[in-house]
């Protein structure tokens, strides 16, 4: 009877550890892409990383660049095009991307249509890419103290 009861114990245990979920750093870094994100992280370890902006969204999210679906218009035939907004500036069009280099990015979101309309305007209406540049974090440097006028420091010859 004990050891039934051992066995069932040991099931119930073995079931719960089974069931919690685990987390890892190499299970972190093997997380699909999130389909209208780009990280610094992915850019980074790309091979596209030297390239402008431009290849290396053709490499990871060749959706970006492409002309968004679903946009009808009434006799006019020209859509608009996709507006690119580098650190909250609107800046043009996606040829602006050759002019950034993708290992100087911390972010790139795409915004369909109906969202960057609402954000930007009618230069948003054919969707969006924002980018945000990567800002490296500030090394502040501690100088040493001036000690040429501290009366209280022994060296310092008194009057």
Known sequence: ??????????????????????????????????????TRDEIMESAQRDDDLFNALRSL???????????????NSTQPPTLVVLDGKPMGDLETLRSVIA?????????????AGTEFGNIGAGGAVVVKLYK?????????????????????PQP
């Open 103 to 115: 290992s100087t990015v911390d972010e790139v979101r795409y915004m369909e249509p109906s969202r």
């Open 136 to 156: 490296a974090p500030k090394v502040t440097k501690a100088l040493p103290a001036d000690t040429s006028h501290d009366t209280s420091h022994p060296d310092t």
């Open 1 to 38: 009877m004990r050891a039934r009861h051992g066995l069932l114990a040991l099931a119930v245990i073995g079931l719960c550890l089974a069931m919690t979920p685990r987390s890892s750093a190499a299970q972190e870094k093997k997380r699909k892409p999130q389909r209208d994100l780009v």
């Open 61 to 75: 999210r060749p959706r970006f660049l492409e002309r968004p679906t679903g946009i009808r218009t009434l006799g």
